[in-house]
């Protein structure tokens, strides 16, 4: 038997439309998600996959449920476990550093679970995934296939597909180096001697000083295979997928599994991210604000770009992360002294930026030295090193594709840009790096 093959007519192309206006008020709800009806709709979906989770637990922010999880897992690690690691830290001395978090997240890593699994269950990474197509047949076979690509491929990649995804992927980034942070705050509650408390609590304010490192965000990623973080259910994603089923059900009317539909749609528009265990399922609220600039980055300044309800941010500045000291003050009040501390690249880049060259020039009382090209040798003539007593040098760059202007501290005993450059190339010349580029 052969199907029909029917066209798209404009009626059809209006009714999508109207469809994305509709969902997309589920990606952005206007008013908070609420716990009774997130919690329902957590119970109503495991119900539809043959699951019923005895604890649903709500948190404001993905924050709050990570704090949960982790002081829960600590708190029930095998007693023997948390004396050998304070035995270990205690004979480890008084100069603790970010190594030693990683002695931690390997140490506590496979602990936590095991530990894991008894306390919430397994996790259940497809359990609800099998919920994200609710169709039972298709709509290929009957309509023309050239139209209906198209009308796919936009229904399934709206302009905010993009920044929804970086959203998604900026905030599990930065949950991830904020959680080391978090497993060594909790683990103090399970040490007894008050030296090593100490200690940790030294090592807890350096990993959060460090979060933008890329050690930090190493550990982060590895300790997120631990717990659920990496299993994570992100319905603001969902919603995307969602204006196409609507869309195949209601207009092409496509079979489809009712219960799974709504349980679908129940999701989508009641819950933020969840993190589904066999025994407990966390479900979490979503962001109060989201602020995106014109090229759909995450931005705001002087203020958080996600916010949730229990206070819990992230600053973002054209979709580059933020710590608190730079994203809650506004570019143009950006101190240039900042970037004789900062080692991160990218926000070195990012406050050069803000500053502006010619600010940062003037208030550091700059000097040009000497110049090759695009980079230019500069001397803070007021600003003296501590350690040295000689003045701090930066070398400008000019990136040639984007006009980005970047600095980097050197040596102050260069007097050459040329010199500069082969420094920061480990020893290179321009010329010799430009051949084997």
Known sequence: MFWKQSHLTQEHLKKASKIERQWKKYIFPQQPVKEQKSVESITKAYATVGLSPSQVIFCESPYAALGYILEQLVDDLDQQLIEKIELYLS???????????????????????????????????????????????????????????????????????RPLTELVAKQVGRLNTQMVACLVHTLQRRITDKAVRSQLRKLESLLKHQQFSRFVHR????????????????????????????????????????????????LTAQCGWILPYTKVCFVCARPIKLAFDTGERLHAEGEFSVLYEDGYGLYFHHGVALPQKYGQVKPEKWMPTWLLDE???????????????????????????????????????????????????????????????HAIRVPPNLYSAREAIRWVNWGIYPEQFEQQS
């Open 343 to 405: 080692d991160n690249a990218e926000l070195r880049r990012i406050l050069i930026q803000g500053i502006g060259y010619d600010r940062m020039c003037s208030e550091l009382n700059a000097s040009e030295v000497d110049s090759w090209q695009d980079y230019t040798l500069l001397k803070l003539n007021e600003l003296v090193d501590d350690i040295d007593g000689q003045s701090i040098c930066l070398l400008k760059m000019i990136c040639p594709s984007t006009n980005f202007i």
């Open 219 to 266: 550990l982060g990623k590895q300790l997120s295979q631990y717990i659920a973080y990496n299993h994570c259910v992100h319905p603001e994603l969902w919603s995307i997928q969602g204006v196409w089923w609507e869309f195949c059900i209601t207009v092409l009317n496509c079979k489809y599994d009712a219960e799974k539909w709504a349980a679908f749609q129940s």
């Open 91 to 161: 004979q480890y001395g008084p100069d603790l550093n970010s190594q030693l978090a990683q002695f931690l997240v390997h140490n506590l890593g496979i602990a936590i679970r095991k530990q894991s699994s008894q306390t919430f269950g397994e996790q259940q990474s497809d359990v609800l995934k099998t919920l994200k197509n609710p169709l039972m047949d298709y709509p290929e076979r009957r309509w023309s296939e050239e139209q209906l690509v198209r009308l796919k491929q936009r229904l399934q990649n709206p302009p905010l597909k």
